[in-house]
């Protein structure tokens, strides 16, 4: 949703402009997904639609784009991209006209971040990261530097480089007050010990509930403080119930970065775990990257956690 939102302002699209949100996307008489509604309904402006995860804003602008138009700008912000770290990292994809199995309804389910899609939670946190910067994307390394214990001396060090995403404020500042707001929604999000931003993700599975449907996902990504930012993070947790269901685990970051109080990601704050605690097997991606106070370069490494839950 973030990058469709970067391509719309990169496009010209105001932030104030609405799409009439009735819970369905009517204009296919074959195809209508439809939305929650959570917290909003009637004319929804980008903000709004960041704050409460708006399918149908983000289905009708997407569609006005061109999935191969906010493709192009996902890719750009970090995702289905190489991030830079040391090792062979997955490639991930993004949906395209040129997909063999293309069809107009792929590109309202991309503009949610589905169709095609498939990315890595490393690339998750670069685009995290790219967002909290307003456009300049970070390369990613698993050490900023290397000394030698002996002497102290540094053996070898990074020099920080971006890849700049034009737009600035004008483009990026819509996004990450819908972002701030969006974290407001989530006490567990709005009682951490700094303001954080963030977006929700539920990305569907192959795997079918007994009732029907299927399983999702749990997607979020986020940074912090809201307004300086200095971290970045990435939350995947497979079979996760929904993209709120990985707050408590971006919370313990913040807690222990922020209120110096490691907490457990599998004991999150009281009431704020969702229904995915009774899943036979769930595994969680944790990427967090930390990066100087004025952005320009990186403090600390970042570290990619994979613990099985």
């Not at 369905?24 to 074959?30: A, D, F, N, P, V």
């Not at 402006?45 to 960041?50: M, S």
């Not at 079918?208 to 997607?219: M, R």
Request: glycine letters at 12%.
């Amino acid at each position: 949703m973030p990058a469709v939102a970067a391509a719309a302002r990169t496009a010209g699209i105001d932030p104030a402009a609405t799409v009439n949100c009735s819970g369905r996307y009517g204009l296919y008489s074959g195809y209508q997904p439809g939305c929650l509604q959570y917290g909003h309904g009637g004319p929804v402006a980008l903000r709004t639609a960041l704050e409460y995860s708006c399918n149908i804003f983000f289905y009708d602008v997407g569609r006005r784009l061109g999935v191969d138009v906010f493709s192009a700008m996902a890719r750009q912000l970090g995702l289905a991209t190489p991030t830079g770290v040391e090792i062979t990292e997955a490639q991930g994809r993004l949906t395209w006209s040129s997909d063999e199995n293309y069809q107009a309804g792929l590109t309202l389910m991309a503009a949610i971040g589905q169709g095609n899609t498939a990315v890595t939670p490393l690339q998750l946190a670069a685009y995290a990261a790219t967002l909290a910067n307003c456009g300049q994307r970070p390369a990613l390394h698993f050490a900023d530097r290397a000394g030698n214990a002996a002497t102290g001396e540094t053996v070898w060090q990074y020099a920080p480089t971006f890849t700049t995403v034009p737009g600035g404020e004008g483009v990026f500042g819509p996004i990450r007050d819908g972002m701030k707001r969006m974290a407001r929604t989530t006490r567990v999000l709005r009682e951490a010990p700094v303001a954080c931003a963030a977006k929700t993700g539920s990305p569907p599975l192959a795997d079918t509930l007994p009732g029907g449907g299927h399983y999702v996902d749990s997607v979020l990504i986020g940074y912090a403080p809201a307004d300086d930012p200095q971290i970045a993070m990435a939350v995947v947790l497979e079979y996760g119930g929904g993209g709120s269901n990985a707050a408590p685990i971006l919370r313990a970051v913040l807690d222990a970065v922020f209120g110096g109080c490691l907490r457990s990601a599998a004991q999150p704050p009281s009431g704020a775990l969702g229904h995915s605690a009774d899943l036979v097997h769930q595994k969680v991606s944790l990427i967090v990257i930390f990066f100087k106070k004025n952005m320009s370069h990186f403090d600390k490494k970042p570290v990619a956690v994979q613990p099985e839950v």
